[in-house]
């Protein structure tokens, strides 16, 4: 033992426990560099050799397996630490610096109260006192050192790796569907069964147009999806499951499916409680991307068109976020109404009325972002909708012609123009044929090696020139069906036909939006005493147009002021029920269209504080029968019996029979002969008061 080293340990330290710290970096190593573990245990005969008995030296070995690049997740540094601080280590004893910690921060940590409490550090190397400046200023350099190494390290790996995926050539673990062939490419699985379900999947999207709707179908129709294990027991088996909406998303995000490769997709760092966290990269910043680099699923323009439909079908509150897959609900509009306030995107809600299923756009951007008592705005949607659809049907009809022959034209001139290089193509295999051919005739016929050679790739151009024949016989006989009259009269047909399918009652509200999704970009709203409407097609131009506002219900109830009028005027002289028969008689309705009805013309009556019939005769004077009974001192039903004989006037003012009397004139009831006086029943006479004395 060096004299430097007896100088340094006192007696203050040796009264203290030893801590010997081992650590390997992965379980590999602990596994595999065993000697590495052995020299780290064989420390504690060096800390016997300093001083401390073996029954006070500790060994921390907690953290084998584990990096040291973090103390975050070393529960036995932490320990390690602990004793340091609380000053129950007289010395920490490691093989090197590397295996106590190779993060400055750390180790500097670890220095800084080693150095207070007088704790002191061992290493192959010597005993040093970090609270001794040179001691402390070489422990540093030697933490820079072991830092600078891990880099070192990392940089000679990823620059490794980084070069062999440039090249396309690095293998890493692939989706379920593709795998690696006995020569190391990659190919599709040669399970059929796996193969068919992956592309269940893609069709299902390309026909949907939404991640949950491919969900909803596999899972309707009970279809289970594979799942290959990676790593641990039985890696490399299938196993088969039910999908979800996370695993969907993940296949049509995989750029692998489309046959290319790629490298550096997401980047690795941490977070808040030092944990390591995946961080989604856009395209522009991937390392490295090899189109074609393999056999896919889809082709990569697919891919793209995946990738902007999953974007446009996001769920947000942006102005970027529009244009959805088409959902359920009668909304012809969804997910493509700005609001023309705030410019964020509008909602759809529905309200049940009468049965049916009433739209409203809505924008709740103030609601949900500030707190606001009140939406920005809403508007009724079906008004909108009929605007909108019947704008789209005099657009669309008019020039659907023109453009439906516009467009085969440019199908004929593409057509003939791939047909004119196809020609040149097959010109060029032919001259190539004949110049294969004339190098066979030219050679030796006794050199047989170059004349073997020479024959074979003969027969090789031949066949290129067969099989490109033929390729430009089929595409020519399928460009015809294109380009011929027939097709052209389909073409003008189908444009023809747009009105029909639009107002078809079988045309599905999902199939509409799917079709306006391709001429319309969005519609902006403002509202106001009428809706203004924008609207922006695809291409970039622009239209705009109002709509009025539904009157409130208030106002759509209400009778019209002519039939108002009309009751008030029938109301002079007929009851309730009667002024419902002439209404009808003359053609008159209610708010819903239905015909008069005598408790509706009551109803009307009452709303619009009209004079029932009974009010406008007592108004004239007439009376009931009970009030004539009392002025002239009969019964109520010798009145109803003179009114029924015409004697007394009456005049109905109730549905039940129910009258009011005119009251007589200046004249007297009286009894009239008995039955005691010839058999008739006893009447009241009318007789006028100058004649009383008389009688």
């Known amino acids: 033992m060096p004299t430097d080293h007896a100088l340094k340990i006192g007696a203050d330290h040796l009264r203290r426990d030893a801590f010997l710290y081992v650590r390997q970096s992965s379980l590999r190593q602990v596994f595999e560099n065993t000697e590495s573990t052995k020299r780290q245990y064989a420390l504690r005969d060096r800390a016997v050799a300093l001083g401390w008995p073996i029954d006070r030296i500790h060994v921390i070995d907690s953290d084998q397996g584990v990096s040291g690049a973090q103390a975050a997740g070393r529960d036995g540094f932490q320990h390690l630490v602990t004793e340091v601080a609380m000053g129950h280590a007289g010395i920490v004893l490691g093989l090197e610096v590397s295996r106590l910690a190779r993060n400055n921060a750390d180790w500097h940590r670890l220095l800084e109260l080693a150095a207070l409490s007088r704790t002191l550090i061992s290493d192959e190397d010597g005993v040093y006192d970090p609270a001794h400046f040179n001691d402390r200023l070489l422990l540093g350099l030697k933490g820079t050192m072991s830092e600078a190494e891990l880099h070192v390290l990392k940089s000679r790996l990823q620059g490794g790796i980084l070069n062999k995926a440039r090249r396309g050539e690095l293998e890493i673990a692939l989706p379920v569907g593709l795998v690696y062939g006995p020569d190391g490419r990659v190919c599709l699985d040669p399970d059929r069964q796996i193969q068919d379900t992956v592309r269940l999947l893609f069709d299902t999207f390309r026909e949907t147009g939404s991640a949950c709707a491919v969900l909803r179908r596999m899972r309707a129709q009970h279809i289970l999806f594979p799942r290959r294990i990676t790593r641990g027991i039985g890696k490399g088996e299938v196993l088969w499951g039910e999908l979800d909406h996370s695993r969907v998303l993940e296949i049509l995000h995989n750029p692998r499916y489309a046959g290319a490769f790629v490298y550096g997709r997401r980047r690795t760092s941490y977070n808040a409680d030092l944990k390591q966290v995946q961080l989604q990269l856009k395209r522009e910043d991937w390392q490295v991307l090899i189109r074609d680099a393999h056999p896919g699923y889809i082709s990569w323009d697919e891919f793209e068109r995946n990738e902007l439909t999953l974007q446009r079908n996001a769920v947000g509150f942006s102005t970027n976020l529009r244009g959805g897959a088409p959902r359920e609900g009668s909304a012809l509009l969804q997910g493509r109404v700005l609001c023309g306030r705030c410019g964020s995107r509008m909602r759809v809600r529905y309200d049940a009325r009468e049965g049916k299923q009433r739209p409203y756009y809505c924008c709740n951007e103030d609601t949900v972002r500030r707190a606001a008592s009140r939406n920005c705005q809403w508007v009724q949607g079906a008004e909108i909708d009929a605007a909108i659809s019947a704008l789209l049907l005099q657009t669309v009809a008019p020039a659907a012609i023109d453009v439906a022959l516009a467009v085969q034209d440019e199908i004929a001139q593409r057509v003939e123009q791939a047909a004119s290089m196809r020609a040149a193509q097959l010109q060029r295999c032919r001259y190539e044929a004949e110049l294969a051919r004339r190098r066979y005739v030219k050679v030796d016929p006794d050199n047989r090696l170059v004349a073997d050679a020479l024959e074979a790739e003969w027969n090789e151009r031949l066949r290129q020139l067969d099989t490109l024949q033929r390729e430009h016989e089929r595409q020519q006989q399928a460009d015809q069906t294109l380009s011929d009259e027939p097709a052209r009269r389909r073409v003008v047909e189908l444009a023809q036909d747009f009105p029909r399918v639009w107002n078809d009652p079988r045309t599905s509200a999902l199939q509409r939006k799917k079709m306006l999704a391709l001429m319309i970009e969005d519609v902006t709203l403002i509202s106001g005493l009428q809706v203004a409407v924008h609207i922006r097609w695809r291409g970039g131009k622009t239209q705009s147009l109002t709509v009025d506002k539904p009157r409130p219900i208030a106002l759509v109830r209400k009778t019209r002021p002519e039939v108002v009028q009309l009751i008030d005027e029938l109301l002079e002289t007929c009851t309730d029920r009667e002024v419902a028969r002439r209404l009808n008689d ?71 029979h129910r009258y009011l009397y005119e009251p007589p004139g200046d004249v007297t009831l009286v009894k009239g002969a008995g039955s005691r006086y010839g058999g008739r029943a006893p009447q009241l006479i009318p007789v006028p008061s100058t004649a009383q004395g008389a009688l």
């Open 586 to 656: 003359l053609g008159h309705h209610n708010w819903r269209g239905d015909s008069f009805t005598a408790k509706k013309v009551r109803l009307v009556r009452i709303t619009y504080g009209l004079k029932s019939r009974f009010q406008r005769l007592r108004e004239r004077g007439m009376l009931t029968s009970g009030e004539l009974a009392r002025r002239f001192g009969v019964c109520p039903t010798t009145v109803n019996h003179l009114g029924r004989q015409g004697i007394l006037k009456r005049h109905m003012y109730d549905s039940d």
